[in-house]
């Protein structure tokens, strides 16, 4: 409102005027809050850990890291603490980046049969000398909590899904707390990744949504993002998604966390600049990030239920 009477003071004239009333009224993004939906989700599952643990299957969760890589390590703390902090079991186990394969296949196939884990997850990127997919296909489909593994990945596309992949399953989530009605509406999902982009297309379809997937060789990203009612941002660039490439009122999900030189975070989309143009808009830091553990935890808690007869 400061800014409005502003506008009246210096300019004072009417076409104007109308034309920043009608801005502020339609123009100004909601934002959906990641933060607070985690949290609020995180408070949740409380109650299921405790009757778990009460009935003698505490949640337990697993995390692998192999190598060094800084980012991937806050990943895997965060991920450890976010078990801990609501009453699961979590531990990591961490490999020099030189390990041999076996080991790692080893320790999976203890892991797969040991009856206190719930939850097998092996932080990605691995090093060069690694078959990831080998890796994957390793932890057994039960306690797949990223839902990477064929026969997950086989039974999303198939609509039955068991273990739905942490980011995209968090971005459902948003959806559904901003009550965007996904059914018949134009989705454009950047990015093809096995992590985010493709499964994240597999649940907007399962939604009923018109998908079109974008990426890298994409000719003319911008005549798919304009006519976009959801656009969902996974390509790992900074600001790569500006307010000119957004319809007016469109959904706008920012999956990307990418560091700027000064050590800011920011995301795949411009939000200053799409601010102004979507409907609703998800912000970096504080949107898809923590939903993404958060969702790991429930897939977590989910297999322990499994295990425990009460799913
Ligand atoms: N690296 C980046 N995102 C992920 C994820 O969701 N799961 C795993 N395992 N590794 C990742």
Known sequence: MAILLKFIKFKGKGCRLSRFLLMDATMTAQIIDGKALAEELRQSFKARVETLTAKGHKPGLVVILVGEDPASQV??????NGCLAIGMHSEKIVY????????????IAELNADPAIHGILVQLPLPKHFDEEKVLEAISAEKDVDGFHAENVGALSQGAPRFIPCTPYGVMKMFE???????????????RSNIVGKPMAMLLINAGATVTVCHSKTRDLKFHTQRADIVVAAVGKPKFVK???????????????????????????????????AGQITP??????????????????????RKAGIR
């Open 177 to 191: 707390k901003g009550s965007v009605d996904l059914a018949g509406q134009e989705a454009v999902v950047i990015g």
């Open 75 to 80: 990943y895997v703390k965060n991920k450890v």
């Open 284 to 305: 970096v830091p504080g949107g898809v990030g923590p939903m993404t553990i958060t969702m790991l935890l429930a897939n977590t808690i989910e297999a322990a239920e």
């Open 96 to 107: 020099e980046k030189d390990v041999a394969q076996q080991v790692v296949l080893d320790k």
């Open 243 to 277: 307010g000119d490439m957004i319809k007016p009122g469109a959904v706008v999900i920012d999956v990307g966390i990418n560091r700027l030189p000064d050590g800011k975070l920011c995301g795949d989309v411009d939000y200053a600049d799409c601010l102004e143009v």
